[in-house]
T-cell receptor
Framework: DTEVTQTPKHLVMGMTNKKSLKCEQHMGHRAMYWYKQKAKKPPELMFVYSYEKLSINESVPSRFSPECPNSSLLNLHLHALQPEDSALYLC????????????FGSGTQLSVL | GQSLEQPSEVTAVEGAIVQINCTYQTSGFYGLSWYQQHDGGAPTFLSYNALDGLEETGRFSSFLSRSDSYGYLLLQELQMKDSASYFCAVRDHDTGFQKLVFGTGTRLLVSP
């Protein structure tokens, strides 16, 4: 199984809502990532978990809260988002030292109204 | 920090050969990766060059020149399904080596 599965595929939320994005992989990868991608732009790193511990937070606003419940799961909790947070949110995983070879999920297309 | 520049768009016809360039400025360098992303899809890993030279994988090849801080992706026998965005990427030397930084991206349009 070389898949990274993300749910939901699409999400529309209001600025007062709380929602969560979910990501799952069963490749035994111990590094997991959240990237944000705006239209026609490259993916930008938000968070990195290594062995279920947060190792990188790219100064992401606190309205985004990551969680890694176990080695296969990664969540991104969303609260009080702004319209400018509308984007494609991509989850990825890798072997811990093979950062150059990321396996991406298909992403969640998020619209904040 | 890291900076990777790519042409914004390249057009070609089916069956042709196209080269997508990537020039980078980095504070440290391990190697250059390439990813393909179809509209609405996930980025997919294509290749990684750590050493100078050409790496071939089927219709796709990737080249690296460390002395010139330059690499390219070569796509041969182009097919319509190759229409996608292509990103080069490097590991960020300044943030604990777990951050992959992507280039500006090149949109490839293949016409019949």
């Amino acid at each position: 199984d070389t898949e990274v599965t993300q749910t939901p595929k699409h999400l529309v939320m209001g600025m007062t809502n709380k929602k969560s994005l979910k990501c799952e992989q069963h490749m035994g990868h111990r590094a997991m990532y959240w990237y944000k991608q705006k239209a026609k732009k490259p993916p930008e790193l938000m968070f990195v978990y290594s062995y279920e511990k947060l190792s990188i937070n790219e100064s992401v606003p606190s309205r985004f809260s990551p969680e890694c419940p176990n080695s296969s799961l990664l969540n991104l909790h969303l609260h009080a988002l702004q319209p400018e947070d509308s984007a494609l949110y991509l989850c990825a995983s890798s072997q811990d030292q093979e950062v150059e070879k990321l396996f991406f999920g298909s992403g969640t297309q998020l619209s904040v109204l | 920090g890291q900076s990777l520049e790519q042409p914004s768009e390249v057009t070609a016809v089916e069956g042709a050969i196209v080269q997508i360039n990537c020039t980078y400025q980095t504070s440290g360098f391990y190697g250059l990766s390439w990813y393909q992303q179809h509209d609405g899809g996930a980025p997919t890993f294509l290749s990684y060059n750590a050493l100078d030279g050409l790496e071939e994988t089927g219709r796709f090849s990737s080249f690296l020149s460390r002395s010139d801080s330059y690499g390219y992706l070569l796509l041969q026998e182009l097919q319509m399904k190759d229409s996608a965005s292509y990103f080069c990427a490097v590991r960020d030397h300044d943030t604990g080596f777990q951050k992959l930084v992507f280039g500006t991206g090149t949109r490839l349009l293949v016409s019949p």
